[in-house]
């Protein structure tokens, strides 16, 4: 070996080294802000929903102090800088000079825990991920050897989050390689690997729990009918929500006091939410709830109604948490939609074709389906559903209707959230 070819090799090795120290910081900084912003908000959300069903009055007092905080905090503390979402994300993977601001870190983790707690109804699971996106941005920019790697750190910033919140590492690699990414280099497997790897570490040690204790027993294939007008439906109703967020997005756009969208959205949230309590922050208590009792529930017009009037008005009322200045994504709506959707389905199903088929195993499915429709990656939905519920049994039913639904929302839809743009439509 001549000496030039050593001294390469040599090089090669110490970037290798680095790459895999970085991977291990940033994963272990990753997860820990995924589990702390998890688990505050669990911790407080169960709180102030306890508190507005004690004493409805805060449904009025809880969604315009929440939205105003954050108002405040935007414009005083983090100086008038708007937060764009997942967008930011794709914005800085595609430009060599746009990276993630440090300041995205506490501004993502306080607005979407506040934007929870107060009702808001959404998730925190995209605050997540833009604030462990900035995380990898912010390690890649202190050294130069990394600024090739600018993607893939991001990655394994978004991928340790994810994994983090949901407990399924390999939903998190898939997150950063479905919506992130979507290319796959040596770096990107190197650091994506160690970063989840770190993050389910750090879960083990703490002896996180799935998220749903869900009691799956089996599925038939007479269901499989079913389970495709599931995936069917799911797709629908993602194009519902994708709509929704981009339309309210819009007409909020041409608002510009602010303190009107503050007043819009918190007369719609509060009005919503005293009818539907469900509604309330990310909504994973109704959905515990429904997966207790989905076998004892009998179907009634009243409880039908219900459940189409809380479908019907989830993906507004998310929309208007957003595009009023509350800070989150469609990842709790998505959950949410399908697991009621997956219940009123079954419940149909079996009281007026008296077919017999399993409502839990139509909730699991419709989460997934439904989540990924709206974000236009199915293997993404597949592994994070089976690791919210630590059980695969419906590995093959999920995988059905995940497609399912992904390419009839795309034939109705094209775009996500996340890929649509104005000059798109042009």
């Known amino acids: 070996m001549n000496k030039t070819a050593k001294i390469k090799k040599n090089h090669q090795f110490i970037v290798l080294q680095k790459l895999v120290i970085v991977s291990i910081l940033i994963g272990f900084l990753s ?19 306890h508190q507005v069903s004690v004493n409805p009055l805060f449904y009025i007092l809880f969604p315009v102090f929440g939205l105003s905080v954050i108002y405040f905090l935007r414009q005083y503390l983090f100086k ?3 937060n764009k979402g997942i967008k930011e994300v794709f914005e800085s993977t595609k430009s060599t000079s746009k990276n993630l601001p440090s300041y995205k870190i506490p501004s993502h983790f306080i607005n979407g825990l506040l934007t929870v707690v107060f009702g808001g109804s959404t998730g925190i699971e995209v605050s997540t991920v833009v604030a462990t996106a900035t995380i990898g941005s912010v390690a890649q920019q202190k050294e130069n050897v990394f600024r090739k790697y600018k993607t893939e750190l991001i990655c394994a910033g978004v991928a340790a989050g994810v994994t983090a919140l949901f407990s399924s590492p390999i939903a998190g690699i898939l997150f950063a390689l479905e919506v992130i990414s979507r290319k796959v280099t040596r770096a990107f497997i190197i650091s994506n690997i160690i970063a989840v790897s770190v993050a389910f570490g750090l879960l083990t040690i703490l002896k996180e729990e799935p998220l749903f204790a869900v009691s799956i027993t089996t599925w038939h294939l007479k269901a499989i009918p079913y389970f495709i007008l599931l995936g069917i439906l799911a797709g629908i109703n993602s194009v519902y929500l994708t709509r929704c967020v981009l339309f309210f997005k819009s007409q909020f756009g041409k608002i510009d006091t602010h303190y009107y969208k503050i007043l819009i959205g918190s007369v719609v949230l509060s ?6 309590p469900q509604l309330y ?7 515990k709830g429904i997966f207790s009792n989905s076998a004892e529930i009998p179907l009634t017009l009243t409880l039908a109604f219900t459940f189409v009037g809380v479908l019907l008005l989830k993906p507004i009322v998310t929309s208007i948490t957003l595009a009023s200045g ?10 949410f939609i399908g697991a009621f959707l997956g219940l009123l389905l079954a419940s149909v199903l079996n009281t007026f074709f008296h077919v017999h088929v399993l409502p839990v195993n139509f909730m699991i499915l419709g989460m997934a389906a439904v989540l990924s429709a709206s974000i236009h990656a199915p293997f993404t939905a597949i592994f994070l559903v089976c690791g919210l519920t630590n059980d695969y049994t419906l590995f093959l039913p999920i995988l059905v209707v995940c497609l399912i639904s992904k390419y009839t929302a795309k034939m109705i839809y094209p775009y996500t959230v996340y890929s649509y743009a104005p000059s798109l439509t042009k």
Do not use: M, Q, R
């Not at 509350?326 to 959950?335: E, K, R």
């Open 31 to 49: 997860a820990f802000l995924g589990i702390s912003l998890k688990k505050i908000t669990e911790y407080y959300e169960e709180i102030f929903f």
């Open 80 to 82: 008038k800088k708007e």
């Open 271 to 276: 009005v919503s939410l005293f009818i539907f």
């Open 281 to 287: 922050g990310e909504g994973y208590h109704a959905i």
């Open 326 to 335: 509350g800070d989150g994504g469609v990842f709790a709506p998505s959950l």
